[in-house]
RNA sequence: GGGCCAUUACCUCAGUUGGAUAGAGGACUCGGCUACGAACCGAGGUGUCGGGGGUUCGAAUCCCUCAUGGCUCACCA
């Protein structure tokens, strides 16, 4: 166990037992928190937790903290070295060199993140990006496309049961100018600018087809086309999905449609009006009546679903698959929210089981400057573009690196240099080094003379906390403060995966990688390991460097990032 | 006009269950390799946390209000 899991643990039931009387509820307790101090000064971990728990134990927080300081004298000793109180109520732990070993030893030991956490959470289906296959993806697709992926395979890691899905909006009017554009360029005919897409944007799809195909086949054979491609392009910045559906398919082929109207029906929730089926969504909270099937447009047709009507179905068909719904969109589709929430609650479903993360935009710049539009399209910017330029890795870091309720302007010049500037070099480069440090002293050492250690050696040290003790007797104040500080960043990885899933906030995890990057670095620089006069203190900080070798290494995969050995 | 999101250093941005002197990178000035990867590290100063109220031992963080900006208010998706 974590040594600050242990003191968490240890000043609950000390609480627990000391406070017997008091009628505090969990969440009191779960707000005794050991975390890094913001200061060096403060000690090696630090809570404020006396601080939190004073009015609720009608104590002083300086007496509580004398409190719990004395009880841990007794029995954290082993740990700590020292407990100091500051005030008004802190509590800073200094720890000792076998509590910093410990952690070095679990972390090359044991698993990097527990599948615990989210075990027995309720499982969850993430939809994410859900293009229309009409076009290119743009950059605010392909942020939620790596804030997606991201947050899946985070949240994977801690044991949850999750799966994810795109949504292809292959049915409506949008399908329907997309096949009258695409039409007019396989007949030849004028391209008319207003309602039909770019011609630059379909032009390249609509070449190589043999010469009868019908308007259907031809949007059919069109959309597809796009729809690969977008596959394609996703695929390329690591993006996979569990499940592609289809709302033409899956959602109006299968009578889901009919099923929600009736349902809806039943509830006395629709009524008819200027030929059209509404829903009276203003009695839900909505602030207007929504249209569910559309008057039509030529006598005698079939009245055509909005988009409303198959989103409720699908959303309705994707309860029936999972616990919880996260739904990741653009920030342009925010009016979606209310009435597809107040109906699925008006048919008994529970509104907070349907979260939505909405995502800002994303804009360009390269030069200095602004970039509005495409030069190859004329139109907006394709991910693909600048896939292109920057890679993928570049591209998933700096858009995951902000938060998405920021509008974000992605520097390509930044993106694509080859120093610390760029974060995701500086990550990247921090996993090169540890690699090549372990390389050298195991294989051969960069001049050509013989290994320091053998990797059997390394292997066993790596489960020897007297040997990864010695990296912390040293006299020197530099080397000891930024070991310590590489050991208790490392250590706290578990919970910030977790952290990163409970709030689907991927972009705190990849900051606690610049973090620790930063961390390993001013290691590095301090604390030479490979040391021919000293084979101990060399095993000791070879166990510390593939620590961090793991963590970083863990960390970016879980970004879906690539962390190589060389670069 | 209604709704959502933002506003933190000269610039780009971190900073959630309210906690210690509000952080990082860039820009600017210095310093560090006979090289475990200098593609790196260190030192130097910067703030009315958009304005104004409120809540309390304590607010960038919670509440109210105003200002500015982005998005959005379809029988489009």
Redesign the pocket.
């Given at each position: 166990m974590l040594i600050q899991t242990s003191i968490e643990k240890e000043i609950k039931d000390f609480i627990k037992k000391e406070f017997a009387g008091e009628d505090f509820d969990s969440?009191i307790l779960?707000?005794?928190?050991v975390d890094i101090?913001?200061?060096v000064?403060?000690?090696d971990l630090?809570?404020?937790c006396p601080?939190?728990l004073?009015?609720w134990l009608k104590l002083p927080?300086i007496k509580l903290a004398e409190k719990i300081k004395n009880h841990l004298d007794q029995t954290l000793s082993e740990f700590c070295l020292q407990i100091d109180i500051?005030p008004?109520?802190?509590?800073?732990f200094h720890l000792t060199s076998g509590a910093f070993a410990g952690l070095i030893d679990s972390l090359n030991n044991e698993d990097l993140i527990s599948v615990n956490h989210g075990k027995d959470k309720p499982s969850l289906l993430i939809e994410y990006v859900s293009a229309?296959p009409t076009g290119d993806l743009h950059l605010g697709h392909g942020r939620g496309a790596v804030v997606g992926s991201a947050l899946v395979s985070i949240i994977k890691a801690t044991g949850r049961d999750v799966k994810s899905e795109f949504y292809i909006?292959d049915?409506?009017?949008?399908i329907q100018k997309l096949g009258r554009s695409a039409w007019k360029l396989y007949k030849g005919e004028a391209h008319s600018e207003g309602d039909e897409y770019p011609k630059e944007l379909i032009e390249p799809y609509v070449q190589n087809l043999s010469d009868n195909l019908d308007f259907n086949e031809l949007t059919s054979i069109v959309k597809d086309r796009i729809l690969n491609k977008q596959k394609e392009v996703l695929a390329s910045i690591k993006v996979e999905y569990d499940k592609w559906v289809s709302?033409k398919q899956d959602v109006h082929e299968k009578g889901l449609l009919e099923k929600t109207l009736q349902q809806l029906k039943g509830k006395g929730l629709t009524y008819e009006?200027?030929?059209?089926l509404w829903l009276s969504s203003s009695n839900l909270g909505d602030?207007?009546d929504?249209?569910l099937l559309?008057?039509p447009t030529q006598p005698n047709e079939a009245r055509?679903p909005?988009?409303?009507t198959a989103d409720i179905a699908y959303h309705l068909n994707k309860l029936e698959r999972a616990n919880e719904l996260l739904d990741i969109f653009?920030?342009?589709?925010?009016?979606?929210e209310?009435s597809l929430k107040k109906s699925l609650e008006a048919l008994g479903e529970k509104p907070e089981n349907l979260n939505i993360l909405?995502i800002?935009?994303v804009s360009l710049s390269e030069g200095g400057q602004e970039v509005k539009m495409s030069k190859r399209t004329g139109s907006v910017i394709a991910v693909e573009e600048v896939v292109e330029k920057v890679g993928s890795d570049a591209f998933r870091f700096m858009l995951l690196?902000?938060?998405v309720?920021?509008?974000?302007?992605f520097?390509i010049d930044l993106a694509q240099r080859?120093?610390?500037?760029n974060p995701v070099?500086?990550v990247q480069?921090a996993h090169?080094?540890a690699?090549?440090?372990l390389?050298?002293?195991t294989e051969s050492?960069?001049d050509g003379s013989p290994p320091i250690v053998t990797k059997d050696e390394l292997k066993t040290s790596l489960t020897n906390i007297s040997i990864i003790n010695v990296a912390l007797n040293s006299s020197n104040e530099k080397e000891i403060q930024s070991t310590k500080e590489l050991i208790i960043k490392l250590s706290y990885f578990n919970n910030e995966v977790n952290r990163s899933a409970d709030?689907l906030?991927p972009?705190?995890l990849a900051?606690y990688l610049?973090d620790l990057?930063?961390l390993f670095?001013?290691f590095?620089?301090?604390?030479?390991?490979?040391n021919k006069e000293n084979k101990e203190l060399t095993l000791a900080?070879l166990s510390i460097i593939q620590a961090f070798q793991k963590v970083l290494n863990k960390g970016l995969s879980l970004l879906l990032i690539n962390a190589?050995?060389?670069?």
């Open positions: 969440n779960a707000s005794i928190q101090p913001k200061k000064g403060f000690g630090a809570t404020t601080l939190n004073a009015k927080p500051a008004p109520g802190f509590l800073n229309n909006n049915a409506g009017e949008q709302e009006k200027d030929d059209a602030e207007r929504r249209v559309k008057s055509k909005t988009y409303l653009g920030a342009d589709h925010q009016g979606q209310i909405f800002q935009f690196a902000s938060s309720n920021n509008r974000v302007v520097d080859s120093d610390d500037q070099f500086y480069y090169a080094r690699c090549s440090i390389r050298n002293a050492f960069f709030t906030n972009s705190s900051h610049l990057a930063a670095h001013n590095y620089t301090n604390c030479r390991a490979i900080r190589p050995e060389r670069m």
